[in-house]
């Protein structure tokens, strides 16, 4: 193909409101019907080919558990074996396929996923990991479809990255897929994130073996679906559905590993990278570990910040999604002449808030995704209760009779290094320490030092003095950091994101910085009149 293709230029996709009325609110809710109407059977998917192994695990809804939306499929060594040969074969073409011709198979996916499939994959995204409308929305529908429309804008920018030459010399770089397979592994948080972590890959020449979370295999089927009918061809994503162990060890075990896309716990990433270290000599290079993890992520405000947007963040950057967002406000440090207002303003917004079943579109949080997040974020509130060192000053409420249900929960502490200022919760737990006005220099370094995470952060003041010494001292203790906002909401190719120290390796999903890491670059070096003969001038005699 002669000619030098230009991606289009992209922009983000628009969010639908699903206001009172509105065509788009009745479209969904008529999808909605439809698909908990029927029960599915979900196979894997591996060369092309749909897989039943008869071994099955089921879908339900977290906020009627009772309710089964699918049975799935798991994968074992077999079927992991199997998927390693089928990434292989499909290498050998889809790394030589024109970046042309890659690109177009993710934007032709966002064209069907912003149209015919928006409502399908928003409704599996509701159904499946209970989130409302507006939280699916903004997440299976307009940030995946940012996702496939600017990472091939950013990867033709890498490609068009290129070294200089010298006369009579032509020197360029050819940015080649990984030798090997990329193993992406999603959480069930966001199903963006369950599109973007296998695709990001695929578009560099990649293939990929993809494990979605158990907890959301509904709506990566559904994702799947769309990557088929976008023109993705068999053997570059396979999808293996199974535990940790089941696929996740056979895969470790392959000396074709090239590399890792990951976004879950701490824990789990840490064990596969020393499994991955203790493993290095068998591998036929060194496998790429790209990793974003958990997070404690803080809202610091200043005795000058404004006290309804402060209380505003608080309860949308910790309690959307029943805070189960890895950049969800998760600790406050408030100082103790705004807390009284800021403690009414909170109260005041919260006693709007309704829990349940977000079919009902007037609801403003779901259920927590199962069972284990339940009863460990419940252990976290029981031991809040049970301290003399907290005070529930909102919320506090569980309730598993029918859906996973937990009331949006404030909690004041006067210790800063009390368990649930510290450690990752992952649920609807606010934890507040209020400081003295005078100490702000001392609490500062509190927040900087109070969690060995360093995702998400906000501060607030209207003082620019202020926000200029907030913005300093806290610099390595977010890799996404916020003025006056809620630490979460990143928006493609507006907030790169990711974060470091325990959060991750910060390679920023939906950048550059990310796909450069499934690249490895061979320079070539073109001489058009080579030398005849060894000779250089300085031999000759003065």
């Not at 917004?349 to 079919?359: C, F, H, I, R, Y």
Request: glycine share 10%.
């Amino acid at each position: 193909m002669n000619g030098v293709f230009r991606v289009p230029q992209p922009v983000n996709e628009p969010v639908r409101s699903y206001g009172p009325g509105s065509a788009e609110k009745k479209a969904l809710k008529a999808k909605l019907a439809a698909m908990r109407g029927r029960q599915i059977e979900i196979p894997l998917v591996i060369g092309g080919e749909e897989v039943r192994t008869g071994k099955l695990g089921t879908c339900v809804v977290p906020h009627d558990h009772g309710h089964v939306l699918a049975t799935y499929h798991k994968a074992g060594k077999a079927e992991v074996e199997r998927a390693v040969a089928a990434a292989r074969a499909a290498r050998a073409t889809w790394s030589r396929v024109p970046f042309s011709e890659r690109a177009a198979v993710l934007l032709r996916a966002a064209e069907l996923l912003a149209g015919p499939y928006r409502d399908e994959v928003n409704a599996a995204t509701m159904l499946g990991q209970s989130k409302t409308a507006f939280q699916a929305e903004i997440d299976s529908a307009c940030e995946l479809i940012d996702f496939w429309r600017f990472n091939p804008y950013f990867a033709q920018r890498i490609y068009e990255e290129q070294p200089a030459s010298s006369p009579g010399v032509w020197n360029r770089v050819e940015y080649r897929a990984l030798e090997g397979f990329v193993f992406a592994v999603t959480p069930f948080n966001f199903t963006s994130i369950a599109g973007n972590l296998p695709t990001s890959p695929a578009l560099m020449g990649n293939t990929v073996l993809w494990k979605p979370a158990s907890s959301a295999v509904y709506s990566a089927y559904h994702l799947m679906k769309v990557l088929i009918a976008a023109g993705l061809p068999a053997g570059v994503v396979n999808m293996v559905v199974g535990s940790g162990g089941e696929v996740g060890n056979p895969v470790l075990a392959s000396p074709e590993l090239a590399g890792i896309h990951f976004t879950g716990s701490t824990a789990v990433f840490q064990q596969m990278w020393k499994t991955i270290g203790n493993t290095i000599a068998s591998y036929r290079s060194y496998p790429r570990i790209v990793g974003e993890t958990g997070g404690k992520d803080f809202v610091f405000a200043h005795a000058s910040a404004d006290v309804d947007s402060l209380a505003t963040a608080l309860v949308r950057g910790a309690f959307e999604f029943q805070g189960q967002k890895c950049s969800a406000a998760s600790r406050a440090y408030v100082p103790a002449s705004l807390w009284p207002r800021v403690k009414a303003a909170l109260l005041a917004q919260l006693a709007e808030v309704k829990v349940g079943d977000p079919e009902d579109f007037t609801n403003f949080m779901g259920a927590v995704i199962d069972k284990a997040a339940y009863d460990n974020i419940k252990a976290y509130i029981d031991f809040a209760k049970a301290s003399p060192e907290a005070e529930i000053v909102a919320g506090g409420g569980c309730d598993e009779s029918t859906g996973y249900f937990i009331q949006p929960t404030v909690v004041l502490t006067g210790n800063p290094k009390f368990k649930l200022m510290q450690e990752e919760i992952f649920g609807p737990v606010l934890t507040v320490f209020v400081y003295p006005d005078a100490e702000l220099d001392k609490a500062l370094e509190l927040c900087d030092s109070g969690s060995p995470y360093g995702l998400t952060g906000a501060v607030f003041a209207a003082d620019r003095e202020a926000i200029l010494t907030m913005t300093d001292r806290l610099r390595d203790a977010a890799g996404n950091f916020y003025v006056n906002d809620k630490p979460t909401g990143a928006v493609v190719g507006q907030q790169p994101f990711g974060g470091a120290r325990a959060s991750g390796t910060n390679d920023k999903a939906g950048s550059l910085w990310n796909l450069i890491r499934w690249t490895s670059p061979r320079a070539i070096k073109e001489t058009f009149v080579p030398p005849t003969h060894f000779g250089y001038p300085f031999l000759g005699e003065a």
